[in-house]
């Protein structure tokens, strides 16, 4: 539950927003608990609804998952209504005090979502350029594959066309050494190029110098591209093209 929340949920909700649903959720569920009329039971069977179809269905795109937005918004909303009587229970707060600090939630809320939509991330085409230059390299091979993270299977599939094997190993960035020296050469006897997507930071030797350079075949860093330049993390792919013996093999 806690990698819902700040894993996940950052991908499908502005977090300020999401941080608002929530503590609209637990408002609800505190002020309706006792009276558990009609009203009570909806929000609490919507609330068990959208925890178990987000933990159940892997929600791959936020695009995929916009509709939460909606209840995330009428959640938030309703903690602001509900924020002056939460107050109320505080002692010694003024009235006049409690009366302006709903206002000042909303307005805060309202300014960090405008400067959400104002900021430009430079580096948000990080998946469409990489893919592109995969796919323009990858013409000159009969049966091409890439191998990358499970998160974006589908994006790097529909950007570059070619088949994608999701691999757990390149899920958190730290790849296992070990293991892909053995992948590679395993996929290189089914497929004549081999194109691996590896988030790592931009201080990172390139795997050509630690992985690839144990590997038979012929490999290269072919293109890579920034995505959180503050983090120094880029999106680097490499390709691989097993030795003559086994791409003639193939043939």
């Not at 009609?38 to 933990?55: K, T």
């Not at 002056?84 to 909303?106: G, H, S």
Request: proline share 6%.
């Amino acid at each position: 539950m806690t990698a819902v929340f700040f894993r996940l949920i950052p991908r499908i909700l502005f977090e300020p927003v999401a941080v608002a649903a929530v503590l609209g959720i637990i408002t609800a569920l505190i002020y309706f608990w006792k009276k558990r009329n009609n009203l009570f039971w909806f929000v609490a069977c919507s609330v068990v609804f959208m925890i178990g179809w987000r933990l159940v269905i892997h929600i791959i795109s936020s695009r995929y998952a916009s509709i939460l937005i909606y209840p995330a918004i009428i959640f938030g909303v309703y903690f602001c209504f509900q924020l002056e009587d939460i107050l109320k229970l505080v002692p010694k707060v003024p009235e006049k005090v409690r009366r302006i600090v709903p206002w000042l939630f909303i307005i805060g809320l309202s300014i960090a979502c405008i400067v959400k939509i104002l900021h430009v991330n430079p580096y948000a085409d990080y998946i469409p350029y990489n893919c592109a230059v995969v796919k323009q390299d990858a013409v000159k091979f009969a049966n091409p594959v890439i191998l990358a993270e499970p998160d974006n299977k589908r994006r790097y599939q529909y950007y570059s066309g070619l088949k994608v094997i999701p691999l757990e190993e390149l899920e958190s960035g730290a790849v296992d050494e070990t293991r892909m020296r053995m992948l590679l050469p395993y996929h290189g006897k089914k497929f004549d190029a081999v194109y691996v997507f590896v988030d790592e930071r931009s201080g990172d030797l390139p795997l050509t110098s630690t992985v690839f350079a144990f590997a038979d075949g012929e490999c290269r860093l072919l293109s890579w591209q920034y995505h959180n330049r503050r983090k120094k993390k880029q999106l680097r792919v490499y390709r691989y093209l097993p030795p003559p013996a086994e791409a003639e093999k193939k043939q």
